[in-house]
């Protein structure tokens, strides 16, 4: 019986922290837009691109920088050596390439220089281009 009550106690207590952590990000939610909390979370997605994309418009690191990208020409930037495969792909960084891409770039461009990424959650994908499209 008393192992029963304990048990009880800890789920109510499990209940009311979700209660609460749910009324601070509804809270977070309404003190900032909406726009503004997508690029917030794209941010936190985007340190999966960060260790090889710089978000300095005037750096290409490993990877070329991503300022302006949107709809922007594949392999397009100057001193950066681009993959002959991304070179021919004749993709231009339109939203929907953009989530092609990042859902699989090496299926889009087979033979690209960049390592295999796959985001496919469509919300992260929001997030990211919501972001990208801020830098
Ligand atoms: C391991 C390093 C690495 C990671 C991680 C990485 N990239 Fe890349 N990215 C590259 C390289 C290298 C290229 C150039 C590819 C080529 O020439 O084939 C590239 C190219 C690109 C391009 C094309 C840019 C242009 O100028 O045509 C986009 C867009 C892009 N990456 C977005 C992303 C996003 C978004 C992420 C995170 C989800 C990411 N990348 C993660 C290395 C990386």
Redesign the pocket.
């Known amino acids: 019986m008393f192992l029963v009550h304990i048990e009880g106690n800890n789920k109510m207590k499990i209940k009311i922290l979700g209660m609460a952590i749910v009324a601070v990000v509804i809270s977070f939610a309404s003190s900032a837009s909406d726009e503004k909390m997508m690029i917030l979370a794209g941010q936190e997605?985007?340190k999966?691109?960060?260790?090889?994309?710089s978000s300095d418009s005037s750096k290409n690191t490993?990877?070329?920088?991503?300022t302006g990208?949107i709809n922007?020409?594949?392999?397009?930037?100057p001193r950066?050596?681009?993959?002959e495969?991304?070179?021919k792909s004749g993709?231009t960084?339109t939203e929907a390439n953009?989530r092609r891409?990042?859902a699989g770039?090496d299926i889009l461009?087979p033979?690209?220089?960049?390592?295999h990424?796959q985001?496919t959650d469509i919300a992260e994908q929001n997030y990211?281009l919501a972001y990208?499209k801020s830098l």
């Open positions: 997605i985007f999966k691109c960060s260790s090889c994309h490993f990877g070329p920088s991503l990208v922007r020409k594949a392999a397009s930037l950066f050596a681009y993959s495969a991304l070179k993709l960084w953009l891409w990042i770039n461009v033979g690209t220089r960049m390592r990424v985001i990211l990208l």
